[in-house]
Every structure is written in structure tokens, then in C-alpha cells.
């Protein structure tokens, strides 16, 4: 039966699919969290109370990293080089959204609109990061190897959506609430596109490494652009509404640390 149970339990029966599965997860994680703590030190002296929240927020996601190659040290295996046309965060960059890389490598402080634009970014991809965690909690949650892992990234994603929908309300309360939204709906308009792009690439390097038939791999594809095309007509709007979350200040404590994997 072809279901995204079977598919995340074959890449995890096998190390190689395994590996480029962690490696392709901790690259992102890794890069989000470089990139939370340079806006964390370039915030505008009018946004500096969110900068103790935006380095946290990069805190859980370089722990994420390091938690995906610590299951990967845990299988005896090493971190493969990710190819190109799997790097989602990279790929958002070359389709200008979010916060270019030059522009965080510089030392000029960043504007308000620069703030919307993170925060806009952030509440789309974490939507995104949110969903696919709680898919692998609800399939691996209580899994030996994964299940403490799946459960402790599956919260800080909520967290980091909440704090996007919380920070951005605030935003919108003061006055930016046009520019929020230009800014989500361009920013929602390139990640569907980008994350078909990238699911198509990665579902086709999987299926090299395990062997997939041609017709299981254009089933697969055909699955793939259904969703985007389904995103396209109805989902985009779950990435771009603002409401008031169930958690309050989700970011306003100190950042946990990651678990220790024997």
C-alpha cells in the first residue's frame, strides 16, 4: 500500500535513504539558524525587544540540526553532501524571499520592513515545518530511535508558528497590516512552488537509492503536483491567515537543549 507511512518507514529501513533524509533536513535547520541569529543582531533599535525571541527561535533551529546529524552519528553514518535542487531554504533565497544571505553577511542594521519581511517568511515556512512534524510525531512519535527527537522539533515548530502569528499581529496592530500582507501572499506564492519543486527532486533521488519503479515514481509525482494544485486553488490560505495563538509569548524563554541519542 503507497501511503506516507510506508514511504517515511522505507527511508528509514534504509541507510542511504536515511542519510540524504537527515542530511537535507540538518542542512536547512543549520542554515535557519545561522541566519535567526545574524537578524537577531542586525534588529533596528525599534524592534530590539524581539531580538532576545529571534535568537532563540535560531537557538531550536540550530539544535535541530544538530539533533538530525546526531541520528545519523547514532546509525554509524555520516552526513552526504545535499544536492542543490533538494536545498528548500537556498532555493526560497534565489526566488527573493525572505532575507538574502548578503544582505544578513553585512553589518547594517535592519529595517522594520526587513523585520516584516523575516516574520512573513518565518510564518509561511513554519507552517510548512509544523505540519510536516506533526505527520512524523503522529507516524514515529513513539518510535525507539526518532520518537524523542520527532516529539522535542514537532514543539519548537509550534512554538516558532506561534510566534510568527503573535509578532506579526503586533506588526499589524501598529500600523503595518497592509505590508503583512503583500508580503505573505508573495512569499506563500514562491514556497508553493518551490516546495513542489523540491518534494519532485527529492521523491526522485529516494526513488534512485531504493530501487522505485518508473510507474511508482510518476505515481509519486503525479501525487506531488495534485497537492501543489490543490495549495494553489484552497491551502495557500492556512499559510497567510493571522489569529492569536493558543500559546503566549512562545519564544520568551531560554532555548532547551538537545537530547543525548546513545
Not at 535560531?58 to 538530525?68: L, N, P, Q, Y
Not at 526513488?207 to 510518476?218: D, I, T, Y
Amino acid at each position: 500500500m503507497l501511503s506516507a507511512r510506508s514511504l517515511f518507514q522505507e527511508i528509514l529501513d534504509n541507510d542511504d535513504a536515511y542519510r540524504l533524509f537527515c542530511s537535507i533536513a540538518a542542512s536547512g535547520e543549520t542554515q535557519g539558524g545561522w541566519e535567526n541569529a545574524r537578524i537577531a543582531a542586525l534588529v533596528p533599535e525599534s524592534q530590539r525587544a524581539l531580538a532576545p525571541k529571534i535568537a532563540r527561535h535560531g537557538a531550536d533551529e540550530d539544535k535541530h540540526g544538530r539533533i538530525f546529524q546526531a541520528l545519523l552519528r547514532k546509525r554509524g553514518l555520516e552526513p552526504c553532501e545535499v544536492p542543490g535542487d533538494t536545498d528548500y531554504t537556498m532555493l526560497l533565497e534565489r526566488h527573493g524571499i525572505g532575507l538574502a544571505h548578503a544582505r544578513l553577511q553585512a553589518d547594517t542594521p535592519l529595517s522594520e520592513q526587513d523585520i516584516i519581511t523575516y516574520l512573513a517568511h518565518s510564518r509561511v515556512t513554519e507552517q510548512r515545518a509544523s505540519e510536516q512534524m506533526r505527520m512524523l510525531l503522529r507516524y514515529f512519535g513513539d518510535h525507539p530511535d526518532l520518537g524523542r527527537a520527532v516529539r522535542m522539533i514537532s514543539d519548537d515548530e509550534d512554538n516558532h508558528l506561534a510566534y510568527c502569528h503573535e509578532e506579526l499581529l503586533r506588526l499589524a496592530r501598529a500600523g503595518h497590516g497592509p505590508a503583512i500582507h503583500r508580503t505573505l501572499r508573495t512569499c506563500v506564492r514562491a514556497e508553493l512552488a518551490v516546495y513542489r519543486d523540491v518534494s519532485l527532486a527529492v521523491m526522485a533521488r529516494m526513488g534512485e537509492v531504493l530501487g522505485w519503479s518508473g510507474a511508482r515514481g510518476r505515481l509519486l509525482a503525479a501525487g506531488i503536483h495534485a497537492a501543489y494544485r490543490y495549495e494553489r486553488v484552497h491551502g495557500w490560505r492556512r499559510m497567510v491567515s493571522l489569529a492569536p495563538p493558543e500559546r503566549r509569548d512562545p519564544l520568551g524563554g531560554p532555548a532547551t537543549t538537545a537530547p543525548e541519542f546513545a
